[in-house]
């Protein structure tokens, strides 16, 4: 199981997230749109990610999931 | 592995019609996240208002009202007097408490009401297209002020947590922010802090979130919480403006 | 159960307290205070609550909202405390929560003056309030009636999810006369699994309290199913009296207190070999229009009279549909008619003027 679960068709592309990751690992997605035709967030490196769980706190779509 | 952030069990967020970044879905997450924690998701009942959250009764999943303009105070005003254990909620935005429903946010405080009001301040109305609000600031271009709100003729914004905290029934008045991190854990606790006040019955409760609203401000939503930082702060300022013992 | 002396506005206010309202949010307004006043006292000794709002506009929305949570709930105000209920009204129509709204009606249009007229007609069962909706519409004549339907209308708005009015005036609202409190008919009143009471998230369906359908296809399903229940109110709730109509060549339309004036009216023109009756509707949302349809084939001629410029009388040509002459006698402004001003009408009309 990842330290982060993306709700991948749910998350908007608003990039709230990207600013305030701590190791700075969230991007919007250049290649592809979701469902709802937003650019998704993806991690670009899970092995960085502390699960400190910024990121959930300001996703206001609850697209993420962070565990240990 | 163990779980550090899930998110509340009754909010329903997947298929949410808020713009991107707009921290309605944020501020909705707080609610449920602390109604669960104090274990009142049983007997939360929440009055949604008219605005972008008029469909907040189907992004949180307790009973729920949606009331008429303005008077959400009212309907919870009703709906507490006949259930006076459950915990009753109104959310309203800034065109929804402070413009048509001033009265009624007004005289539910006077009352000391054990109401919790949740105040999304974005200083413009959402879900009409972007006109003046009581909270809109000094200069700020909106659809019903495209010069600029000119204070000479249409006033000054409102500070409604100031307002009422002359009341001697507002028992805990908190405005908070949420353009950060730190900002949204501080919200959390004073939105707890407002619930808990309820559940103690000592009156009436609210807490004033500064948000955004990217799309009629004009701005990304990352463009949105800069300007939130920067402009909306200095004008209303967070802090505790009313707590009885 | 004796009778007493009670003034309107407290009869009214002690038969909701009777049909177990527990709940009244009021406003102060001129010519109905002492409901409020009198639930401000006896609320509380039968552990009930009142509140006086902030507004009318206030009141209302409690209302919506007691109402929303189960409980039996009632608001009185008059006419331009009306007016400023209708957006409110309309939402708990909508939303069907039962409830009961006093209008105890004084003249107008504007602020008006604060004596008795019927010019609220239009406002009760015309709409009133935006959108398709109706309300049951009580309008007593007398203060033993008013204390009758009130104690009936909370049944029936119960068992129809449906609000109901009771049309009140100045007179009903000021007079004192004997009134005994008998507990209605009992419906069958299923429970209201429907009311916004905390949920638990399985035991039932989670309860929202709305008006909102913004898809054109569920709005439309709403305003037709609420049709069919107004079909349902109009064949088993209207209620009427017929006065003198056996041998009526002509027919006195009129509602309220109005028709107690009219029926001094007849007395006088039968003693002078005038054979007139009065069909008095006693809801006037469902109206007695088969009734009136029916007395069109055997009557010669009818006078509509109301306390107005005129507003039931349209009504009453709806049901006559042309089959016979339809006149109109009214006061408006606060002046009530007198038993010789219709006698003169009646007259005219006998004497084919």
Not at chain 3, 199 to 210: M, P, Y
Not at chain 3, 231 to 260: F, H, P, W
Request: include cysteine.
């Amino acid at each position: 199981m990842e330290k982060v679960k993306i709700l991948d068709d749910v998350c908007k592309g608003c990039g709230l997230c990207t600013t305030v990751c701590p190791k700075k690992i969230m991007v919007l997605s250049k290649d592809r749109i979701n469902a709802k035709g937003y650019s998704p967030v993806e991690i670009i490196d899970m092995d960085a990610c502390i699960s400190c769980a910024a990121c959930a706190k300001m996703c206001p779509d609850a697209v993420l999931s962070i565990y240990k | 592995m163990t779980t550090v952030f899930e998110k509340p069990k009754r909010f329903i967020s997947e298929k949410m019609h808020y713009c991107p970044g707009c921290t309605h879905g944020t501020a909705h997450r707080l609610v449920a996240e602390v109604i669960e924690e104090l274990g009142m998701n049983d007997r939360a009942v929440g009055v949604a208002p008219v605005g972008c959250s008029v469909f907040a009764y189907n992004y949180l999943d307790y009973d729920m009202y949606q009331a008429a303009h303005g008077r959400a105070p009212a309907v919870a005003t009703g709906a507490k007097r006949v259930h006076p254990d459950n915990l009753v909620f109104t959310y309203q935005g800034d065109g929804d408490l402070a413009s048509i429903g001033a009265a009624e946010i007004v005289h539910a405080a006077a009352r000391g009401e054990n109401i919790t009001a949740i105040f999304i301040n974005n200083a413009i109305y959402g879900m009409t297209g972007g006109q003046m609000a009581p909270t809109t600031l000094v200069g700020q271009s909106t659809t019903t002020s495209p010069y600029g709100r000119d204070a000479s003729l249409c006033g000054h914004p409102i500070r409604v947590s100031e307002m009422l905290a002359t009341l001697d029934g507002a028992a805990y008045i908190e405005r908070v922010s949420l353009h950060d991190v730190p900002n949204i854990n501080k919200a959390k606790r004073a939105i707890k802090k407002a619930f808990q006040t309820q559940i103690d019955k000592k009156g009436f409760s609210m807490v004033e979130l500064l948000s955004t609203c990217g799309t009629n401000w004009g701005k990304s939503p990352i463009e949105a919480i800069e300007w939130l930082k920067s402009d909306m702060i200095p004008q209303y300022p967070l802090g505790v403006y009313k707590e009885v013992d | 159960m004796s009778k007493v002396l009670m003034k309107g506005n407290e009869a009214i206010a002690e038969a909701a307290i009777k049909a177990g309202c527990k709940f009244f949010f009021g406003y102060p307004i001129t010519p109905q205070n002492q409901i409020p006043e009198y639930m401000s006292k006896r609320m509380p000794q039968v552990g009930g609550t009142f509140l006086q709002a902030e507004s009318e506009v206030a009141a209302i929305n409690m209302v919506y909202g007691a109402s929303g949570a189960g409980a039996r709930v009632m608001t009185s105000s008059s006419s331009p405390g009306i007016s400023l209920k209708q957006e409110g009204i309309s939402y708990i129509a909508c939303a069907e929560l039962p409830c009961v709204i006093v209008n105890i009606v004084r003249s107008g249009p504007g602020l008006g003056g604060i004596l008795p007229s019927q010019a609220d007609y239009f406002q009760s069962v015309k709409g009133g309030g935006h959108g398709d909706y109706r309300l049951i519409v009580y309008a007593p004549a007398s203060v033993q009636e008013a204390a009758d339907l009130v104690m009936e209308s909370f049944e029936v708005s119960d068992y129809y999810r449906v609000p109901a009015m009771i049309l009140g005036d100045g007179m009903i609202g000021q007079m004192m006369e004997p009134v005994e409190f008998k507990a209605p008919k009992k419906r069958n009143l299923p429970p209201k699994v429907w009311a916004a009471t905390g949920w638990d998230g399985k035991s039932r369906k989670k309860a929202i309290i709305n008006s909102l359908y913004i898809q054109a296809e569920e709005m439309s399903a709403v305003c037709n199913r609420l049709d069919g229940v107004y079909k349902q109110i109009a064949k088993n709730e209207t209620l009427y009296e017929e006065y003198m109509m056996d041998d009526a060549q002509i027919c006195i339309v009129a509602y309220g207190t109005t028709s107690r004036i009219c029926k001094n009216a007849i007395t006088t023109a039968r003693d002078n070999g005038i054979k007139v009756g009065l069909i008095r509707p006693i809801t006037v949302w469902p109206y007695p229009t088969d009734v009136i349809k029916k007395a069109a084939s055997k009557v010669d001629h009818f006078l509509a009279i109301e306390m107005s410029m005129g507003q039931m009388v349209e009504d009453v040509r709806l049901a006559v549909n042309g089959e016979k002459p339809v006149s109109f006698y009214g006061t408006t402004g606060g002046v009530v008619p007198t038993p010789e001003g219709i006698y003169d009408e009646i007259k005219k009309i006998a004497e084919g003027k």
